[in-house]
């Protein structure tokens, strides 16, 4: 035991540091080159793959602007080209009358930071600093002597629209966005309208298509998000992801970087697409029953290599003098575990919690039950907790059981290395003769780590990737359980638990391990320090219950009263 008690703290304390360089990382504020203000969305959804016809095409005004060398490409400006403000309970969204495009989006009931301005809401999409917007249109299947071109509305084309704002009043449920599109020869209209509703993150979108022609007009519909390059990380190890993710049956995700070396493009039905950063997502989400071509890939940008990832349906038809539809959904917002799993099969695989999903998630449940009743995110930790420590209560007065019995037999273990120094196999001998009489697991003493570590990790990941603890206060000075006590209290208080801890248990023989066992609760403190504030209350909670449990044994064996010696 002697041996493997170092061992395992040790390695714990290396998991610690994992995850201590993981977490600093990503709440580092990310500083990625602004693009121009009115950024040129130019790639066309499908980049001409063989299977899937008509992509969109730049308009002629760019595409001679790109065979000039020299000559900076600029976005067709149109008299009447707008940006459209739409404000609800939930966002505040600019949409660019070129394509219906949307260029941002600003989460007004997630402040970016509570200390510095709770003002400021988390910006999701950011055309400007990032070039991640959410592009859709329509593609035209050429049929007879149709034109190629100007038969619908891609994120290029030019819409109409009534005002520049839109506000969900009191009283109103939903908020409708119409933006209209005719064809050049008047043939064909095109109605594409966002429905925004109180309360919710999910945007509707619908598409109503009037042939107004002599013949049969066939299209499709694309939807598309486009990510600009994410800032380089400095380590390899673990992280929360930043990426391209869809589903088809099976959760797959894809690192931005991945893509240029391996696009994707398949077939699926229902599913969906998205783009997965901390804490939030966005993703279109087609009906159950449509079969879409997925695509993902990067593309050349203004700032390097930027990445896409979308859905382009199957062809559908309206007769001359018909009208026909394309529908379709896109969630913005935070990876909402409960909403999520209710809008698409698979869609709360966004919030991944690694290789412990099978611990984390029934944490996070049981968690969450908790939060339901008591309202509070720490204490709803403090129970959970206690809940953990009574699971585990048995295996636990075992090993401290075994713990002070070594305690108690320290004189002897240190009498029998004075007289057997010298010969290491007779001391191993006696060592083992003496564990036996006294009824010692030598390795009992490990049991209580091994358990906690994987718990401790899992929770970890709960702690890191949960939204829903985003910002949540506990109790005075903790405000934010998602971030690190801001004065450090928890942390300290944690270390001075562990050491009541080490002087509670049995005092290793060798100086070496004696001097690590007194140096890991300074260790742990540095560690704790930088730690999600929520995490470190897990931990000292657990260690303040530890200490009662192992102080009321140990007290029982030092007085006599040893259960399993009276039993024999």
Request: with cysteine.
């Amino acid at each position: 035991m002697d041996n493997l008690r170092p061992l395992l703290w040790l390695s714990l304390a290396f998991v610690l540091f994992l995850m201590w360089q993981a977490w600093n990382q990503d709440y580092r504020t990310p500083t990625t080159p602004e693009t121009a203000a009115d950024r040129v969305m130019d790639e066309d959804p499908q980049a001409r793959p063989e299977d899937v016809p008509d992509a969109p095409r730049v308009a002629d005004e760019e595409r001679d602007a790109a065979a000039e060398p020299g000559r900076e490409i600029q976005p067709v400006q149109a008299p009447d080209r707008r940006q459209v403000t739409v404000r609800t309970d939930t966002f505040e969204i600019l949409i660019d009358t070129r394509g219906g495009t949307l260029l941002r989006a600003d989460l007004l009931e997630y402040p970016q930071d509570l200390q510095d301005d709770p003002l400021v809401p988390v910006r999701l999409f950011d055309h400007r600093l990032r070039g991640y917007v959410a592009q859709s249109g329509l593609t035209h299947d050429r049929m007879n002597d149709q034109p190629a071109e100007g038969r619908a509305p891609s994120h290029h084309s030019l819409y109409e629209v009534d005002r520049t704002r839109f506000e969900l009043s009191e009283g109103q449920d939903t908020l409708e966005v119409p933006l209209r599109w005719t064809s050049a020869d008047g043939a064909i209209e095109v109605v594409k309208t966002y429905t925004f509703t109180r309360g919710s993150h999910l945007i509707d979108v619908n598409y109503q298509v009037r042939n107004q022609s002599d013949t049969t007009w066939s299209g499709r519909q694309y939807r598309q998000l486009r990510h600009g390059p994410t800032p380089d990380r400095e380590s390899w190890w673990l992280y929360t992801f930043t990426g391209t993710a869809h589903y088809d049956g099976s959760y797959q995700r894809e690192r931005f970087e991945s893509l240029a070396q391996d696009p994707i493009q398949t077939r699926i039905q229902g599913g969906w697409v998205a783009m997965i950063q901390h804490y939030f997502v966005s993703a279109w989400i087609p009906g159950d029953e449509e079969v879409n071509s997925l695509y993902a890939r990067s593309v050349a940008g203004e700032v390097g290599e930027e990445y896409l990832i979308g859905l382009h349906s199957e062809a559908e038809q309206i007769p001359a003098g018909g009208t026909g539809e394309f529908a379709t959904r896109l969630w913005v917002g935070p990876k909402l575990q409960a909403e999520l799993s209710e809008i698409a099969q698979g869609l709360e695989l966004t919030v991944d919690y690694g290789i412990f999903t099978f611990l984390s998630k029934p944490l996070f449940w049981l968690l969450d039950k908790i939060h339901a009743v008591v309202g509070n995110w720490g204490w709803a930790i403090v129970i959970l907790t206690i809940l953990i420590k009574l699971a585990f209560y048995k295996l636990s007065a075992t090993s401290y059981r075994s713990m002070a019995r070594m305690r108690k037999v320290a004189p002897k273990l240190q009498a029998l290395k004075e007289r057997y120094k010298d010969d290491k196999q007779r001391m191993n001998q006696a060592l083992m003769d003496l564990y036996k009489k006294e009824k010692i697991n030598p390795l009992g003493g490990c049991l209580p780590i091994l358990v906690q570590i994987p718990v401790f990790i899992a929770l970890y990941w709960v702690l890191l990737e949960s939204v829903e603890l985003r910002q949540a206060p506990w109790w005075l000075w903790i405000q934010d359980l998602s971030s690190r006590d801001p004065y450090f209290i928890l942390p300290i208080l944690m270390g001075v638990s562990m050491f009541v801890q080490y002087k509670l248990n049995p005092p290793p023989m060798d100086p070496v391990q004696q001097k690590i066992f007194m140096a890991l609760p300074f260790v742990f403190t540095v560690f704790f320090a930088f730690f999600p504030a929520g995490l470190v209350l897990y931990w000292f909670t657990n260690n303040l219950f530890s200490i009662a449990q192992q102080w009321y044994i140990t007290r029982k064996i030092e007085s006599g009263e040893d259960p399993d010696k009276q039993k024999s």
